[in-house]
């Protein structure tokens, strides 16, 4: 079973030093991971307007584990 369904927020894992991309689950596929040498749930990506990738890319696809759920930041 997928980890993240289709509308979930969610956030690449930050990495020290880097902005990480954020946006909504659109589409996922299970295909093969070479890295992982095994089959793993892909998904695509409609990246958020403010994600720093937003200026070049509109979608992007992650591999579940390099994808967390984005916390909702309150408005002030």
């Known amino acids: 079973m997928p980890r993240f369904l289709y509308g979930d ?6 990495k020290q030093d880097e902005a990480a991309d954020w ?21 695509l990506i409609w990246l958020d307007n403010d994600a720093p990738s937003a200026r070049w890319a509109v ?13 909702r930041e309150e408005s002030v």
């Open 59 to 71: 979608a992007d696809t992650a591999w579940e584990a390099d994808l967390e759920p984005k916390e």
């Open 9 to 14: 927020r969610l956030q690449w894992v930050a």
């Open 23 to 43: 946006g909504i689950v659109i589409g996922r596929f299970y295909g093969f991971a070479p890295h992982a040498n095994g089959w793993q749930w892909c998904y």
